[in-house]
């Protein structure tokens, strides 16, 4: 039997969370996991706008991650993580994105300004998915019907943190200067 992409179950404007809960598509952890899948489809254009490969590889890494922080933001009871194994997110993860971090600024000259978004296609498209991160960060902030997993809100701070340097890092590639403010 083939499955259709669409399902009628939300013509009414809800939608089902990972517990079986009927919710408003309006609902605040709708609107989070959407604004992480909004980040994800941007962290895929930065690719396609052209990234060093190295580069490329840690988005696509990113953008796996970030399926489970959907999956983790969709799921009010936290039962999923112990029942699948890809939408671990832990301390590890959040380390990780930090020594990326610290790699990367190692090639970087010394930040003293502020500086302008733009530069190459492939690290526009990372100033512009670091400013969606933020915003989805905010939108879990907004769930208040039951608590966030800590470790999703610090990921999508570090995260924000690590898009800012990797569009830094692009830009560099690309032999593109950086704008001062």
């Not at 009871?77 to 790699?103: F, G, M, P, Q, T």
Request: hydrophobic content about 50%.
């Amino acid at each position: 039997m083939e499955l259709k992409i669409y399902t009628r179950t939300g013509d009414d404007g809800t939608t089902s969370l990972f517990d079986g809960t009927r919710v408003s598509k309006a609902h605040p952890r709708v609107v989070a996991y959407g604004a992480v899948d909004e980040l994800n489809a941007q962290l895929g254009a930065a690719i396609s706008a052209g990234l060093d490969p190295a580069l490329a590889e840690k988005v696509t890494h990113l953008q796996r991650d970030l399926f489970a922080v959907g999956a983790r933001l969709a799921d009010p009871r936290h039962k999923i993580a112990a029942r699948v194994e890809k939408v671990s997110l832990s301390d590890a993860d959040v380390a990780r994105l930090e020594s990326w971090i610290d790699a990367l600024e190692e090639t970087l000259p010394p930040l003293r300004h502020f500086i302008l978004a733009g530069g190459a296609p492939g690290g526009a498209a990372l100033h512009v998915a670091r400013t969606v991160c933020r915003r989805a960060e905010a939108d879990a902030l907004r769930i208040v019907d039951s608590e966030i997993e800590l470790v999703v809100l610090v990921y999508l701070n570090r995260l924000s943190d690590l898009l800012f340097v990797m569009a830094r890092a692009a830009n560099q590639a690309a032999g593109v200067p950086e704008q001062i403010w």
